[in-house]
Each structure stands twice: as structure tokens, then as C-alpha cells.
């Protein structure tokens, strides 16, 4: 791994960090709860699609997996999965908080999370891919 990409990847991590502990959580007072998907006030549909997307990440990794022994798989290939797992169930949990309870803005967490996996899995993709 580039050096360039750590360098990156911590400056990445650094200012989620700071975004949720300082301006969400200490400026804007905004509570986080906890990430379950069985919350008692989600919406089923939210809960159906969080499920469609892990079954479709076990698929997806047994899938790159299954193809010979797993050596000759990029880095990319084999992140894949886990960034896109993360990537839509965060975005999915942050709509529903923005259309179930827009006036608590716990959102912000959700979507920040899913931009932090996205903007590290295209360093890696421009980087090492």
C-alpha cells in the first residue's frame, strides 16, 4: 500500500472523527443512537432492505471467493463487498432516519459514515486498483 493512501485513508477517518465528536455531537447536540436494525421504531421496509443487501453481500463474497484460491484477487475486488455492505446500509439508515424522525437529525451520523466508506473505498480504487 502507497503511502499516499494511508496518508489519505487516516486524513479520511480524521475528519469523520471530528465531524461526529466536535460539530455533531458537541456544536450541534445532536444524539446518536444505537445502530440496530431492529429498532423498535423502524420502518419494515428499511428492515427488509437491510436485509436484501446483507444477503446480497454473502453472495457477493462467496461469489469473488469461490474463484480459485483467492491469491491472483486484487485488494479491490476483495474490499468490494464490505464497502458496499457498509456504504448502502448506512445510506439506507440514514434515509429512514431522515424521513422517520427528520426533526432529530440523527441522520447526519448515518450519511457521514456512509461518505467516510465511500470516499475511502475510492482512494483505495484510484490508488491501489
Known amino acids: ?27 450541534r447536540s445532536i444524539k446518536m443512537l444505537p445502530g440496530s436494525i ?3 421504531d423502524r420502518n419494515v421496509y428499511g428492515i427488509l432492505l437491510e436485509l436484501a ?20 484477487i486484487s485488494l479491490i475486488a476483495r474490499i468490494s463487498p464490505f464497502a458496499a455492505l457498509f456504504f448502502l446500509q448506512t ?23 456512509s461518505s467516510t466508506v465511500f470516499l475511502a473505498f475510492t482512494l483505495l480504487l484510484t490508488m491501489e486498483g
Open 1 to 27: 500500500m502507497h503511502s499516499v493512501t494511508i496518508v489519505g485513508l487516516a486524513v479520511i477517518f480524521a475528519a469523520y472523527f471530528l465531524f461526529n465528536g466536535i460539530y455533531l455531537r458537541k456544536k
Open 91 to 113: 445510506l439506507v439508515r440514514g434515509i429512514g432516519e431522515w424521513r422517520s424522525h427528520r426533526e432529530e437529525e440523527r441522520y447526519w451520523y448515518e450519511w457521514s459514515a
Open 53 to 72: 443487501i446483507f444477503a446480497g453481500f454473502v453472495l457477493a463474497v462467496v461469489a469473488i471467493y469461490m474463484k480459485g484460491d483467492g491469491t491472483e
Open 38 to 40: 431492529f429498532l423498535k
